[in-house]
């Protein structure tokens, strides 16, 4: 079974730096998985962040950047803002599926 | 502007067949440039994704719910539905559905419907 492991909770300052990551039970995480970023606040659907690892949709802050870092996908958050606070999921493709992962709880404090 | 609106049962038995439908609006199911289906979310919990095709045909379900997973497209009413046979308490969850666009390049998602499965 393919699991996607993001870190459950992180806390950062205002204007902090951040790097949340997104590892694969199946290795290396390359841009051949795509890895995706979605944000999502209490009570709303998810909102897209990034795709095919490092690309930014119109709406995405620029403070928001992706990587790949050591084998795992990695979200940055730079300069980060109170707004910031909120789950974070990535989600990798697998040929014929995709997959995401537990998610990650940023708390700005 | 694409609006995607999900409806159906908010209850459903154990054992029975969950079946939704999404609406679309503001676009055409017919496109081939863009996947249409849905993923969930448990109370509580994190994301899952359940599958998505193409108007071409092309499906990619979540190989753990593929034997008992259906999605398909009706270009005549501008929708596509969801339907999970033989549930579980486990299938409790919001259930979002969504238009992709290649490798998640677009992605917009419906409202979300909350789906509770007991008897």
Known sequence: QTVVTQEPSLTVSPGGTVTLTCASNTGAVTSAYYPAWFQQKPGQAPRALIYSTSNKHSWTPARFSGSLLGGKAALTLSDVQPEDESDYYCVLYYGATWVFGGGTKLTVL | ?119
């Open chain 2, 1 to 119: 502007q694409l609006q995607l609106q999900e409806s159906g049962p908010g209850l459903v038995k154990p054992s029975e067949t969950l079946s939704l439908t999404c609406s679309v609006s503001g676009g055409s199911i017919s496109s081939h440039t863009y996947y249409w289906g849905w993923i969930r979310q448990p109370p509580g919990k994190g994301l899952e994704y359940i599958g998505f095709v193409s108007y071409s045909g092309g499906t990619y379900y979540s190989p753990s719910l593929k034997s008992r997973l259906t999605i398909s497209v009706d270009s005549s009413k501008n929708q596509f539905t969801l339907s999970l046979i033989s549930v579980t308490a486990t299938d409790t969850a919001l259930y979002y559905c969504g238009r992709l666009g290649s490798y998640l390049s677009e992605v917009d998602w419906g409202q979300g419907t909350l789906v509770t499965v007991s008897s």
